[in-house]
């Protein structure tokens, strides 16, 4: 567990948004590791608690859980995470730009900023059993990407790279700045290597040395069990490449296809039944076309015309793909009436009728 965000920032617990940002700058200034005497892990620290503390979400369920779910998965890897849907997608990133940006503004300058690749969403249409079980859909995406021949390098295969001449390797190119509160040193990224802080001595024939093409890739997406229509889903770095920078991420939003016979009603699936009146009366065994298939389902004698009646387990599985557990399944009973009757009919209804029924 890392440390308490509030002794970080020094801060009481019932502090106010203002005395959390004082806090933070304040740290800030003395721990900016481009200051002299600035400590990087110490400025790190104060920025993941001010990126907690300074939003309301976050600091709620840090107060209440003592951690932020939101952004706990979705790694470099590409995965997902299903407590991120229709949430804040930054999750529990902390926001570096926001912050370095609002330092740099501070001491009057610039740093190197870590460019980074563009965001793409995609659209997804699945089916309704898809969204109740889960699926994994495989789709082409048109993008930047890392080159295929070089893999990114630059460099033409079985040639090598060397240091940057511009940077001297560094990446950045750093100025001397003076300032209210002292030198600074400000860096801007090396605009020969793009950062990459190597440059390849024969540049790839494919890429021009960018380490970048664009071409269509085949992105595979685990779309969870459960999901629900207009949900999004985020894969780190499955957005566009940059050359030497982070690429960006990946945005999928989910449509589902309306069932003729099922809805969700959060993890329990409803559907009707049609039953004669008859069998409302005296009961009878029913074949239900399911999701898992076709079930027998026993209808008892009724109490009244609305009545429901539950398979337990035949819901949507909880906890995503695998689960055991899974909600219930309601199905409301349709009491159907004869459209027409016959004269023997009739006749077996007056009787029931001097029965008092
Ligand atoms: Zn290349
Ligand atoms: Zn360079």
Redesign the pocket.
């Given at each position: 567990m890392a440390k308490d965000y509030y002794t970080v920032l020094g801060v009481e617990k019932k502090a106010s948004k203002d005395e959390i940002k004082k806090a933070f700058r304040k740290l800030a200034h003395t721990y900016h590791p481009d200051k002299k005497g600035g400590d990087e892990v110490k400025f790190k620290e104060a920025s993941e608690a001010y990126s907690v503390l300074s939003d309301d979400k976050k600091r709620a369920e840090y107060d209440s859980y003592g951690r932020v779910f939101s952004g706990a998965g979705g790694g470099p890897q590409g995965g997902f995470d299903p407590s991120q849907f229709s949430g804040g997608f930054d999750g529990f990133n902390v926001n570096v730009e926001d912050i370095f940006g609002d330092i740099s503004e501070m001491f009057g300058g610039r740093g190197a900023r870590s460019h980074r690749g563009r965001d793409i969403s995609i659209d997804i249409e699945i089916s309704f059993k898809e969204s109740v079980f889960g699926v994994t859909r495989t789709v082409l995406v048109s993008k930047n990407s890392e080159?295929?021949?070089?893999?990114?390098?630059?460099?033409e295969p079985n040639t090598k790279t060397k240091t940057c001449p511009t940077c001297n390797g560094k990446g950045q190119v750093v100025e001397q700045r003076r300032s209210p509160f002292g030198v600074f040193q400000s860096a801007a990224v090396c605009s020969t290597c793009h950062g990459r802080k190597t440059v390849p001595e024969k540049p790839?024939?494919?890429?021009?040395?960018?380490?970048?093409?664009h071409r269509q890739e085949e992105l595979s997406i685990a779309i969870p069990a459960g999901i629900d229509n207009g949900q999004m889903i985020r894969m780190t770095g499955a957005g566009e490449a940059v050359t030497g920078g982070a690429s960006g991420d990946l945005y999928i939003k989910i449509h589902i296809q309306p069932h003729k016979n099922f809805r969700k009603e959060g993890f329990n699936l409803v559907t009707e039944l049609p039953v004669k009146i008859t069998d409302t009366l005296i009961g009878a065994e029913y074949k239900l076309e399911t999701l898992d298939g076709t079930v027998t389902v026993k209808v008892p004698p009724l109490n009244s015309t609305d009545e429901i009646l539950r398979v337990k387990g035949k819901g949507v599985p909880i906890e995503g793909v695998g689960s055991k557990r899974r909600g219930d399944l309601l199905i409301r009973i349709k009491v159907e009436f004869p459209k027409k009757l016959s004269t023997d009919a009739k006749k077996l209804l007056e009787k029931l009728k001097e029965e008092g029924v």
């Open positions: 080159c295929s021949r070089c893999n990114g390098n630059g460099a790839c024939t494919t890429c021009k040395g960018h380490g970048i093409e």
